[in-house]
């Protein structure tokens, strides 16, 4: 058994894909951390009975990132999922969870990077469009690759069929990616005599 989290800004349909897929694994899904109090996420993790831990920014963004590293070390992941996650972490936390933050982006990195990247991708055409998995390093969505999927778009799709394409992508993928990496961390506790 190995333990994550999920952090999560925004509709959600990420984390429950993921909470679905742990549901029927032998991992924990610790929480959701959430960093905006109307993020649809929470409603979605309520009817999942999910714990939520709501770190509020506002104004003082030192003040919510050192909540937040208190609050992660204090559960003690053994991963960190962030599903659509709007904040870049501050340098402190990428380096108290070395290589146990993995991020979904929806662009085939390294192209697009960043904000809006489904739109930016669309915009060229004849960019080929999809997903990456990634580590979080220091950077933004520029640590190692674990896994790309790419997006039909031969047949000429409008921008929103192929946004819904991109998330169909997303939940068929990231919550077997995630508990891949829960199966590899449990199997390096086992070796050490963790488990
Ligand atoms: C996804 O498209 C993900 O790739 C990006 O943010 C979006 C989150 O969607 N990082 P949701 O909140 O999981 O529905």
Do not use: K, W
Not at 71 to 87: K, Q, T
Not at 111 to 135: Q, T
Not at 169 to 181: D, K, T
């Amino acid at each position: 058994m190995a333990d994550c989290l999920v952090l999560a800004s925004g509709s959600g349909s990420n984390f429950e894909a993921i909470a679905l897929r742990l549901a029927n694994s032998p991992h924990r899904l610790l929480s959701l951390i959430c960093d905006r109090p109307e993020a649809f996420a929470i409603v979605r993790a309520e009817r999942l009975l999910v714990p939520v831990l709501r770190i509020s920014y506002g104004r003082r963004r030192e003040e919510a990132e050192s909540r937040l590293e208190r609050a992660l070390v204090s559960l003690a992941p053994d991963l960190i999922v962030l599903a659509g996650f709007m904040r870049i972490l501050p340098a402190a936390i990428i380096d108290r969870f070395p290589g146990r933050i993995v991020n979904i982006h929806p662009s085939l990195l390294p192209a697009y990077p960043g904000l809006s990247a489904i739109e930016r991708s669309y915009a060229d055409a004849g960019a080929p469009m999809g997903i990456s998995v990634h580590i979080v390093d220091h950077g933004v969505d520029t640590g190692p690759l674990l896994a790309q999927f790419e997006a039909d778009r031969t047949d000429g799709p409008s921008l929103p069929e192929m946004e819904e394409r991109i998330h169909t992508l997303e939940h068929r993928h990231y919550p077997h990616i995630v508990e891949e990496q829960l199966d590899i961390i449990d199997r390096e506790h086992g070796m050490r005599g963790l488990t």
